[in-house]
């Protein structure tokens, strides 16, 4: 077995388990135990898994990067989302988008569908689906600014929220695991996340490749309360078949 799909498996193991040894990886696959630490070293330098003491675990994200870095970084993968959002979007829905370089792409996208209503708390998603050309109504929700991410948050939002009906509530998250769940590092944008998922029929998450099989501080969706999971890239063959078993269809 080449080193790279040992170290794609030993990745999907620890996704699945939370942690692995050395010495059980060694003995997986039959390896040395100083092999297996190199592959590990490898994964902890890619920054999807943690070396630990006598092993690795799931990577837990305490932050996120600035949103204007987030925006700079894997702008092909959340192209490829966006499209594969446009596609799932009826013509005259009504749609929330939460604040995310990937929604904003998604906001792009959406513009060439009639009649939507878009509904957000994202500043900048609100000026790219306004600019639409197919005449999108959309409404921006007020609340506390956030200047680092253009966006609001806070009681207000949620407020206002309640008083939509949405056919699809399309979330970015910072992190995703199959048996948590979607998560996300900031307490104020989960809770917008969580209000926009409790009123739409159907709930899309986008999480690119570097989200898959993380750990965030603060839940937005349990894995049953995800209709579609979305990302740009492939993804190893026991990921996909956990994220089946929840009942998730992945795009």
Do not use: W, Y
């Not at 943690?50 to 837990?60: D, E, N, Q, T």
Request: aromatic share 4%.
């Amino acid at each position: 077995m080449k080193p790279r799909q040992r170290q794609q498996i030993i990745q999907e193991l620890i996704i699945a388990r939370g942690e692995a040894s050395v010495d059980k990886l060694a003995e997986h696959f039959g390896v040395s135990a100083e092999t297996i630490r190199r592959d590990l070293g490898a994964l902890d330098t890619l920054g999807v898994i943690k070396k630990i003491h006598g092993g690795a675990a799931r990577v837990r994200l305490h932050s996120e990067k600035s949103f204007h870095e987030r925006m700079s970084e894997r702008t092909a993968e959340k192209r490829v989302i966006a499209e594969k959002v446009a596609k799932l979007i009826e013509p005259n829905e009504t749609v929330f988008l939460d604040t995310g370089s990937s929604t904003l792409i998604c906001a792009e996208e959406l513009g060439a569908i009639e009649g939507l209503t878009v509904i957000t708390n994202s500043v900048m998603i609100a000026q790219a689906s306004g600019a639409s050309s197919r005449g999108a109504k959309t409404f921006l929700l007020g609340g506390c600014f956030g200047a680092d991410n253009s966006e609001t948050v806070g009681p207000l939002v949620i407020e206002q929220i309640q008083r939509f009906q949405a056919d699809t509530a399309v979330i970015t998250v910072a992190a995703f695991d199959t048996e948590i769940g979607a998560m996300d590092s900031d307490f104020d944008e989960a809770q917008v996340a969580r209000a926009m998922i409790s009123r739409a029929r159907r709930t899309i998450v986008l999480a690119d490749s570097s989200k898959l099989g993380r750990i965030a501080a603060f839940n937005v969706a349990k894995t049953e309360d995800i209709d579609i999971l979305v990302s740009g890239s492939d993804v190893g063959s026991g990921f996909a078949a956990a994220i089946k078993t929840k009942g998730i269809e992945f795009r």
